[in-house]
């Protein structure tokens, strides 16, 4: 993979993020008095076509989903490496395996809970859920379905499908990562891992977790060693804190500690770990080869889908600014 081999998609992608929403508009929809001026703001963004329907079904849900889908397809098409692209439409396919996997195995019909994002088409899953087989699959995917389905006809437990299934997600990201053979997008994965394994670990010590389960839902993926996390797993939320804040991520560790009860916050944690990432690749905007400039928009264009979510509930439920406000995600944009 050379790098001048993006130099057409960056173009289109430095169109792209003109696009993106700003500050200023997220704050116009924070201000707003209700749910329909909060859907008004949209009249001046890419949205616009969606607004005078958006205020009578309030279906913003379908809005979104949609908006990323063409996204994800645009890019597909102009991305010399699909597998650039994979990198973030991968959680899409993986959240379809669990959606076919219980399905097969309740014999219940999920078709609406089914995302149409991902490299390969949900047929093509279906089929390797059905027969555990497949010719178009990379192979992660059938060890996926394989770990999945033993566990399901052992146990009948859905739950562990979902367990199972997110450990192997890390797992096959990786891999194409690797296969990519790019530093840069290697570094950004395992970083990514990481800091997923640092939320977990947490919200797995406020729940009380065993050492098994901690083995089983950890992903040695990254470049914190796994025995070293579930070591630190048998500890409480205090010492925990201490312990990671000790290690490369100790910015992210001490702005994630609750001031009046020094504990590791599982909701700090996730608002943290996800402004690093953006941190991490806010300067893919200044680079002009090479494929982290589509990673990052990539990465943008789903923390406005977020946020957009986020304000759109907060104001059809009348929550106050504050609430909606510390649970939003950093701005790629301007």
Known sequence: MKSTDFVGANTRIRVYES???????????????????????LKDTPYRNDVEDLKETKNYDTLLMNELQSVYTDLFKITPNHDLIELFSLRYSYH????????????????SLLINIGKD???????????KKSSDLD???????????????????????????????????????????????????????????????????????????LTTVLS?????????????????????????????????????INDETKELSPEKIDLE??????????????????????IAYLYAKENEVKNLRLILVGKENNLPIEAIRERMRMNYGS
């Not at 080869?289 to 589509?294: H, K, S, V, Y």
């Open 121 to 131: 088409p949900i047929s093509a899953l279906r089929q390797a859920v059905d027969t």
């Open 220 to 256: 040695s993926s990254g470049t914190i060693p796994k025995d070293q996390l579930v070591q630190i797993g048998a500890d409480n939320l205090v010492n925990a804190g201490k312990k990671l804040a000790e290690s490369k991520y100790k910015n992210i560790i001490l702005a994630s």
């Open 19 to 41: 696009s993106l929403l700003r500050n200023d508009q997220y704050e116009r929809m924070l201000q707003a008095s209700n749910f329909e001026e909060a859907v008004n703001v």
């Open 139 to 213: 192979v992660d995917y059938l060890i996926s379905i394989l770990e999945a389905s033993e566990s399901y006809e052992e146990y009948k437990n859905s739950q562990a499908v979902d367990i199972i299934l997110d450990r192997r997600f890390f797992t096959h990201l990786r891999h194409i990562a690797e296969k990519m053979n790019d530093t840069k997008i290697l570094d950004l994965v395992t970083f990514y891992i990481d800091l997923n394994n640092l939320s977990t670990l947490t919200r797995a010590i406020r729940q009380k977790r065993t050492r098994n389960f």
């Open 96 to 111: 379809n395996l669990k959606v076919l996997l219980k399905e097969k195995g309740t014999k219940k019909d999920f078709d």
């Open 273 to 294: 770990t996800d402004n690093a990432f953006i941190n991490r690749i806010k300067d893919a905007k200044l680079e002009v080869f090479g494929p982290l400039p589509t």
